[in-house]
């Protein structure tokens, strides 16, 4: 019995210890397929992000791309510089409308003051003309009318008329006559009376068609000019043209 026991006890220990190999084999087993999981997991992953670098590399590898970026970085900066500049342009020429329209607003504004200066100053150098020459003003007005009177009744075609005789006419003296006239008709006496007569042998060419048929002297005696030399030169001087040029425009139109 004792021999029995013993030898059943021995088969139960070692059927645990076969038991015990077996599973500690098992697990072993369990370990090494686990970490051979993990590792080519990590192998995986790793190609993976190999791949994708070498496509990287490979993109900026390529000569037409590399020309492509280039280019459109190239073309992304002049663009940038170029709305910077005209933005600044434009900033500028506001600013400088600006400082013009200012500088124009004054400008006008120096300019009307100026223009009303000189009209100040031409009112009052005429006040002061007329102080200055020495004629009362009562003279002043009767000299005025007088010279009104003459040139209306065209007495200045007469020959015979001089300062004196004009003077005379109208009841004052040489020098009174003289300094209106110089003040109010703004020429001296003999031209005076010359512009009298060039005007009024003008109208007569243009309106009297029998004055056209007579010479230049006898269009100058008529006048009252002593030679036709001088009415023709004075007609050119006043009118830019010769009264024979004339006579011939108005017999042409």
């Given at each position: 019995m004792?021999?029995?026991?013993r030898?059943?006890?021995?088969?139960?220990h070692?059927?645990?210890?076969?038991?015990?190999?077996?599973?500690a084999?098992?697990?072993h087993?369990?370990s090494l397929e686990?970490?051979?999981h993990i590792?080519?997991?990590?192998i995986?992953k790793?190609?993976?992000?190999?791949?994708?670098?070498m496509?990287?590399?490979?993109?900026f590898?390529?000569?037409?791309?590399?020309?492509?970026f280039?280019?459109y970085?190239?073309l992304?900066?002049t663009?940038?510089?170029?709305?910077?500049?005209?933005?600044?342009?434009?900033?500028?020429?506001i600013?400088?409308?600006n400082?013009?329209s200012?500088?124009?607003?004054?400008s006008?504004?120096?300019?009307?003051?100026?223009?009303?200066?000189?009209?100040?100053?031409?009112?009052?150098?005429?006040?002061?003309t007329?102080?200055?020459i020495?004629?009362?003003?009562y003279?002043?007005n009767?000299?005025?009318?007088?010279?009104?009177?003459f040139?209306?009744?065209k007495?200045?075609?007469?020959?015979e008329i001089s300062?004196?005789?004009?003077?005379?006419e109208i009841?004052t003296?040489?020098r009174?006559?003289?300094k209106?006239?110089?003040?109010?008709?703004?020429?001296?006496y003999?031209?005076?009376?010359?512009s009298?007569?060039?005007d009024?042998?003008?109208?007569e060419?243009?309106?009297?068609?029998?004055?056209?048929?007579?010479?230049?002297k006898a269009?100058?005696?008529?006048?009252?000019?002593?030679s036709?030399?001088?009415?023709?030169?004075?007609?050119?001087?006043?009118?830019?043209?010769?009264?024979?040029?004339?006579?011939?425009?108005?017999?042409?139109?």
């Amino acid at each position: 019995m004792l021999t029995s026991s013993r030898i059943l006890w021995s088969l139960i220990h070692i059927t645990n210890y076969i038991n015990y190999k077996n599973a500690a084999f098992e697990t072993h087993m369990i370990s090494l397929e686990f970490k051979t999981h993990i590792s080519n997991v990590f192998i995986i992953k790793k190609n993976l992000l190999g791949n994708q670098v070498m496509l990287i590399l490979k993109f900026f590898s390529s000569d037409t791309t590399l020309l492509i970026f280039i280019l459109y970085s190239s073309l992304m900066t002049t663009l940038t510089v170029s709305l910077l500049m005209k933005n600044r342009k434009l900033k500028s020429k506001i600013e400088y409308l600006n400082s013009k329209s200012k500088n124009n607003f004054t400008s006008a504004t120096n300019i009307q003051t100026v223009k009303n200066s000189i009209n100040e100053n031409k009112t009052s150098k005429n006040q002061e003309t007329m102080e200055d020459i020495g004629v009362p003003d009562y003279i002043v007005n009767q000299i005025l009318e007088g010279l009104a009177a003459f040139e209306k009744e065209k007495r200045f075609i007469s020959k015979e008329i001089s300062l004196q005789v004009l003077a005379k006419e109208i009841e004052t003296n040489p020098r009174y006559l003289s300094k209106v006239i110089n003040a109010k008709k703004g020429m001296k006496y003999t031209n005076y009376i010359k512009s009298l007569r060039i005007d009024y042998a003008k109208a007569e060419i243009l309106e009297n068609p029998k004055l056209r048929m007579y010479t230049i002297k006898a269009i100058a005696d008529e006048c009252g000019f002593k030679s036709s030399e001088s009415f023709s030169k004075t007609f050119h001087e006043k009118h830019g043209i010769y009264p024979s040029q004339y006579i011939q425009e108005v017999n042409d139109s």
